[in-house]
């Protein structure tokens, strides 16, 4: 059974720092895109940054580049996010997902239906 969990989500300041965590067990990260995607409230599922994609190496998307880093442990069972100079607008649940595509990262919009694996979710609030 392939489970995704996620945890660091919180309450920051804008300009502050969090790191997000996402346990994986029952997959490889061979097989598999990982990465992060979020939905802010009225929103629709984005995704935000994935590893093992881009030819195998990391994809962000462009309101977090420069300031959110994609990363996983040395034996590859949790993936990390992160986030630096936090802005209001990074407010949102962020999902832990994996999907043997990466294109799904991509995607305007993403249903839920259409990637394989998600966490539960956590609160990010970035307040200003």
């Known amino acids: 059974e392939v489970q995704l969990v996620e945890s660091g989500g919180g309450l920051v300041q804008a300009g502050g720092s969090l790191r997000l965590s996402c346990a994986a067990s029952?997959?490889?990260?061979?097989?598999?895109?990982i990465g992060w995607f979020r939905q802010a409230p009225g929103d629709e599922r984005r995704g935000v940054s994935c590893i093992n994609c881009s030819d195998g190496g990391t994809y962000y998307t462009d309101s977090v580049k420069g300031r959110f880093t994609i990363s996983t442990d040395n034996a590859k069972t949790t993936v990390y996010l992160q986030m630096d100079s936090l802005k209001p607008e990074d407010t949102a649940v962020y999902y832990c997902?994996?999907?043997?595509?990466?294109?799904?990262?991509?995607?305007?919009?993403?249903?839920?239906?259409?990637?394989?694996?998600w966490g539960q979710g956590t609160q990010v609030t970035v307040a200003s």
């Open positions: 997902a994996a999907h043997p595509l990466p294109e799904v990262w991509r995607m305007t919009v993403v249903p839920e239906r259409l990637v394989d694996y």
């Open positions: 029952g997959l490889s990260f061979d097989d598999f895109a």
